[in-house]
């Protein structure tokens, strides 16, 4: 079968390592080799030009749509031209719609295409047309949701277009009865839990604690309230430290380190740049309990980090549990790698 795979390639975000990972399994596992496409996005310093920054891409083995991004809600801090000319001229809309034309002109010739959902330019929007156009010839499309778009909220109508591909894979149950809510086919949707592949455990000191403060340290992640924890633990004594690991452009990164620093962290927390692969599992085996931000995000997808949370034992020094409740969890169980089982009804 000659399969295609859209998505995110932008060498420090998460999704990228996810379709990485399916790939290199689809071809060391079932002898299955997949083409990948991806497009400029919000990531790429190049995200308001014709054209992708490779160097900030995982390799350049694809084929990439150099269309430039532009936001649904934008930013005057471009200046004034540019604000009303995204906002006025809706160039969102026109921008993905024309992402989506790309990928269906760049795919054409494939069988089953594999669609990643996340947000940006591998959103809703460029993914329906995409869809709409691949149907037309009788492409089998499969789609992955790790995210849902906020049009598919405003817009919900547009939700039955998903009921058009032939699979829609999801990593939870919760993520299933939020698309079922949204009016899709229940019988269309398949959970797969999210995998990843874990290095050997190692007999080392566990003495820190780790969160990912991903591309935005403050929107949602309730980052303040982690500080707030962290200042009634180092009160009672407890020296163990914080890794906060970001990906590159974090929004907030500098404020971050202010608010820690009059908070007086500093020699509690540590910071570090987007860890992955060996690195990521090697810190994470280091620490005692893994930080999790509850948002809807995390709760309706799956990252890398989950798969690693295993390995972090029980805070037992003191109520940690309790004190993260809001919004923190400890996880310990163990992930099956999750490959390519959404296209067994394909063959």
Known sequence: MNICMIGCWYKDDLYSHSCYNLIQALKTECNIDVRLVTSNCGCFTSAQRFACTKEELVNTNCAVINIPYAPPSPSKKYGLLKYYAVKVLQLNTFLEISRGFAFYKTTKDYDLIHFDQVLKSFGFLSFITLLYLSGRNGKKIVVTVHEIDPLQERHRNLNRFYNKADRIIVHSQDL????????????????????????????????QFIFFGGHRLFKGKGFDTLLNAMKIIKSKGITEKLIIYVGEGCVGLEEGKKVVHDMGLDDTVIWSNFLSGSKLSEAYQKSIACVLPYRRVWEISGYECHGQCHSCNSYKKGKFARIFGRFGSLHKRRFTRGTGGGYDVLD
């Open 176 to 207: 299933k009865n939020e698309l079922i809510r949204l009016g899709v086919k229940e019988e269309k949707i398949e959970v797969i839990p999210f995998g990843v592949t874990l290095e050997s455990l190692k007999s080392v000191p566990r003495d």
